[in-house]
């Protein structure tokens, strides 16, 4: 079992930046990707961006590239994701998953699931 914990959310004007971070505990031991989802009210949980196993690929979404990045630092067993010019529609819970497989591009992929962190961007 891997559990996992966001932290870093808040409230923040558009065009400012959130780090959000992803504490992973548990058996972390084999190598897992990481991915970051979001879901606002009303809406369905979305893909963010994702990182593999050895933090070597990423993807993210469209509507996120050029403005997000996510990390990874495994000794300390964390994943980040700096969001920068932060828009309203940015706006959500946002959720780290982790997958037993090195490279996790989709949201099936998945096994472990943060509590989330929310994030609300002011216009």
């Known amino acids: 079992q891997v559990q996992l914990v966001e932290s870093g959310g808040g409230l923040v004007q558009a065009g400012g930046s959130l780090r959000l971070s992803c504490a992973a505990s548990g058996r972390t031991s084999g190598p897992y990707a990481v991915g970051w989802f979001r879901q606002a009210p009303g809406k369905e949980r979305e893909f963010v961006a994702a990182i593999s196993w050895n933090g070597r690929i990423t993807r993210y979404a469209d509507s996120v590239k050029g403005r997000f990045t996510i990390s990874r630092d495994d000794a300390k067993n964390t994943v980040f994701l700096q969001m920068n010019r932060l828009k309203p529609e940015d706006t959500a819970g946002y959720y780290c998953?982790?997958?037993?497989?090195?490279?996790?591009?989709?949201?099936?992929?998945?096994?472990?699931w943060g509590q989330g962190t929310q994030v609300t961007v002011s216009s």
């Open positions: 998953a982790a997958s037993g497989q090195r490279w996790a591009p989709w949201i099936q992929s998945y096994q472990y």
